[in-house]
């Protein structure tokens, strides 16, 4: 008696006992039916089981290395691309930083000499003392 004719009766004795293995029991029916075809099929399915066993720790590797670069969420792309996102940030306060900065120093200048506040009300809003008249110059534009 060959061994796949023993597993068949085996399967078979425990489909008696147990509905569930009945799946299994036609898939391995399937693949001892036409033994001469299935033999290739079977040699293949066993050398593919040797690659892996072989190489098991690289491609383990290399899964981890997907996962972890490409499809985790904490990959290496996003963590990429929340780098670029607080340089811009970081060149964003800094830039709010040295118009903080130059606002303070007029506003210190301001309150220092009110004859800074008179230029600046002269120079940007056109104001004048009650008896003087004010000539303002267009600059020519090309």
């Known amino acids: 008696m060959e061994s796949h004719q023993l597993i068949l009766r085996f399967f078979s004795f425990l489909l008696h006992f147990n509905g569930w293995l009945y799946p299994f029991f036609k898939i391995y029916h399937y693949f001892c039916r036409n033994h001469q075809t299935n033999r290739s099929i079977m040699d293949k399915l066993s050398s593919f089981w040797k690659f892996l066993g072989k190489h098991k720790y690289l491609i383990t590797v290399l899964i981890f290395i ?16 929340l780098a670029k996102e607080e340089m811009n940030i970081r060149s964003e306060i800094e830039k709010y930083r040295e118009e903080y900065r130059e606002s303070t120093q007029k506003l210190d200048e301001l309150n220092a000499d009110s004859n800074s506040i008179e230029r600046i009300a002269r120079e940007k809003y056109f104001m004048k003392k009650p008896n003087e008249d004010i000539f303002v110059f267009a600059e020519d534009q090309p």
Request: aromatic share 12%; glycine share 6%.
């Open 66 to 81: 997907v996962v972890v670069g490409f499809v985790d969420e904490n990959s290496i792309l996003y963590r990429m691309e």
